[in-house]
């Protein structure tokens, strides 16, 4: 069973920093991307975007809002992924949700499958 968990979340103010982190398990951790997104107060689901991404072979993208701003890595030993948010913004105010890509039985990846319950960044001014 796929158990994805965020922490890290909380209250800051404008130019401040959090680290969020999110542990992984009963996933073939690496083998398929990960990511995160995050989906601002009252806004649907549809609108979900995404912060940062890696792929299995370590490639990064950053959504052109956090890029410089933010830092997405990952420990395969202990199956956790990071995000360190810095020069935060009030714009930045969200749920962040941890993604994994669903290693299929053909060796391919589907995508925005399995999320984690998320965890609230807010940021005032």
């Known amino acids: 069973q796929v158990q994805l968990v965020e922490s890290g979340g909380g209250s800051v103010q404008a130019g401040g920093s959090l680290k969020l982190s999110c542990s992984m398990s009963?996933?073939?951790?690496?083998?398929?991307?990960m990511g995160w997104y995050r989906q601002a107060p009252g806004k649907p689901r549809e609108t979900r975007e995404m912060?940062?991404?890696?792929?299995?072979?370590?490639?990064?993208e950053y959504g052109d809002s956090v890029m410089g701003r933010f830092t997405i890595s990952r420990d395969k030993a202990k199956k956790m992924l990071y995000l360190d948010m810095t020069s935060l913004k009030t714009e930045d105010t969200a749920t962040y949700y941890c993604?994994?890509?669903?290693?299929?039985?053909?060796?391919?990846?589907?995508?925005?499958?399995?999320w984690g319950q998320g965890t609230l960044v807010h940021v005032s001014s």
């Open positions: 993604e994994s890509d669903r290693l299929l039985s053909w060796g391919g990846c589907e995508t925005l499958v399995d």
């Open positions: 009963g996933v073939t951790f690496g083998e398929c991307g």
């Open positions: 912060v940062a991404r890696i792929s299995s072979i370590g490639a990064i």
